[in-house]
């Protein structure tokens, strides 16, 4: 986790009608019980920031007591508090002036600013973790590209001041107005190369496009690999979906294929589980099994190279329906696995990310689904 010292990485909020759910049964019975359901938890790294912090939860001293000698030094390990029907983010926050490894934190002023700017998550209606984790991101690079260019600008007046004053060096003044990658760039950001060949000329047009995340289909019994083939899979433009060509001046067919150019340092995978179905006219959860690794390789990258990602977090949607439901996350942190589950931090084992690859059979009462997976790539490790 060393790559994103400043980033709260995870992530993940909740769905409310107008007052909270009841708590829904767990599926596993090895996991804490959720006696009130708050704000999903994040890992917290040590950063600036003050939050009032509230009580001590009884499940982070156990969390203290099992990690013991062993618990990973600067690193604090917080629920974050629930606020009922008002509240439904979750995601990275810093703090400091917590002298206590574990706890309960209320992100209350984060969810009032969070509401401000954006109209949607002041309603129940499309929130999603997915979504919240898209504008998280985006914000982000707004605020850091803004600090970035008033930094340079007064560099510049600095300089120019200089130059008045002082011999003219004719270097300083380059007024190139090039975007700065920004942590999350580094981070999050990858390419994909949208290949397109005209079937009448045979010419390939290549369009890239920047990415945060990859949002994959699914299919049941399937596996993240099989579904990232899918995703590069060829697909036929023809009938009212043609393809302009600009050599032949016109509509034509083509096939279209999809591959990675650049891959990300942390890849991020949204599985579409929540879909549009015509008939019902309504969105509706798909429970399917999908596989996904701890360890994945990568293949459909533009040359082929094999890039090896290790699974470092899960947000999982808890529940059967896209209206209702929770939201909970499994984090790796120095080797360890810990679940997070509104304000519950437990310590879990590496196996039990399996119970969240969703369910053989569409009704089997396994709702606890993975949804969105974060990789860390470990090219950069060897
Ligand atoms: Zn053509």
Redesign the pocket.
Known sequence: MSTFGAFVYLVSLRQYNSCPAPPEPSQNSDRAPRADRAEPAAALPAGNGSWAASVMGAAGSRLEKVLGEQFPEGERYFGLENFGNTCYCNSVLQISNQKKKTGVIAPKRFIQRLKKQNEIFRSYMHQDAHEFLNFLLNELVDILEKEHNAARESLQNLSLQKNLNGPINGQTNGSHKELAATWVHKCFQGILTNETR?L??E?VTDRDETFFDLSLDIEQNSSITSCLKNFSSTETLNAEDKFF?D??CSL?EAQKRMKIKKPPNILVIHLKRFKYIEQLQRYKKLSYRVVFPLELKLLNTVDNSDLEYSLFAVVVHVGSGPNHGHYISLVKSHNHWLFFDDENVEMTDESMVQAFFGSPQEFSGNTDNGYILFYESLADKS
């Open positions: 005209c009448r000329c010419t060509c050599k032949c034509q």
